[in-house]
């Protein structure tokens, strides 16, 4: 029979599978700290690779708009000042966004250009102008190509965060899969030991057996334990996405990080999406759909959002000039801006309209809603305008912005008319298919 020190010797003791864990676990830390910070990265350099381009190619569309108004013969002398005034304002904001390769120079060409161009129609030389005309057409395409160059370029510079990321991961995941290797080839090892010790006392006084019983529960606890804590860091070696937002055995600080990487993703396509949208407005779907058929099937997609709220329809028959997706986009747009304006002190009431009129089809939607004063009413359609009564309501002020420009881009209007806590009522007028 073996003395206590034979024992003793027999088995390792446990702190080497204390610090294994120990280390597993600073591995995992240090794989979560990695991953929130990659995710925060990208999200940031998403952020202003998106900004910036959408924004300089909408200034450039802007520009090129102006200069085609500034040279057309029906402009009259009051326009003419005002696309004056435009394209100076355009081109303050366009400056501060001339940051990539070759995109400066373009730009103070551009600039150059038309101010000949302005110089040009001043002296109504009409040479002149087709010439400097056609040098502003060609400078701001050059602008636009150099934009989507330097998107791509910050596109490959996130593809390849996103790669030392999975490097980073894939490493940190192999050192994990080693040391909990290690640790459950040491757990057997322990176990076997146990086991044999066991067996080779089984024979002994009712006290040593009564105490390698208790021993026995020890180990199946410590053994169950063990197998609880090994799952858990083998997890994020399937995947720290699994690991952050459907791991349960997370601490609730890992998971309210989580939780908010999840929501800063979602915000930003939402921008991306909103921004899209806004860029695609000006080139809306042709074809032909009827508000009749159209109106409903938003409505019912939008139910959810308009539990408890009193909806009235008054949906003519009569079809517009736009696809089914294009009006869809409208109403959307529409509904869901009097969903977020809601008052907080009464039921929500919408009536949406569609009337024939001479030439055209005029949608219309009323709400009781929190309404605008007059100021925010008058800048209502103006991309990323935010109101005074909506700077606690979640958007990015482009839902109306889209409207508008379709409505425009289809060879329609919108108008709005609002009093604060009163409601507002929007007519988008669209034309006859």
Known sequence: MQSSHDIAVAVPRSWPVMAALGMVALLLAATIAVDLVAARRVAQRTTEIVENSQRSVELADNLREQSHRLVDPTTSPEDLVAVTRHIREDARAYDPTATSDGEREEWNRL???????ERSVGDKDPAAIEQTSADVERSID???VINREAAHAQADAIRQVHQ???????????????LVSGIALLLVRVLGRQRALIARHIDAVDERNRVLDERNRELDAFAARAAHDLRAPMNPIRGYA??????????????????RIRVAV????????DMLELSRAGRPTPGQSSPAQVGPEVLDQMAPDLIGADVRTELTPERVG???GVLEQILRNLIGNAIKFRSRQRRLELLLGAYARAGDIELV??????GMDAESAAHAFEPYYRGRTDREVPGHGLGLAIVERTAR????????????DRGTRIAVRLPRA
């Open 111 to 117: 600039q150059s250009l038309l101010a000949a161009l």
């Open 142 to 144: 050059k602008l636009v």
């Open 164 to 178: 030392k990321a999975m490097a980073a991961d894939a490493l940190v995941g192999t050192l994990t899969f080693a």
């Open 242 to 259: 699994d690991l952050l937002l459907e791991g349960n055995e997370r601490p609730e600080e890992i998971r309210e990080m989580a939780s």
């Open 266 to 273: 979602d915000r930003m396509g939402r921008v991306v999406d």
């Open 322 to 324: 736009c696809a089914p």
């Open 365 to 370: 939607l009323v709400d009781n809603g929190l």
């Open 409 to 420: 881009a289809l060879g329609g209007s919108c108008e709005l008319s609002s009093a604060p």
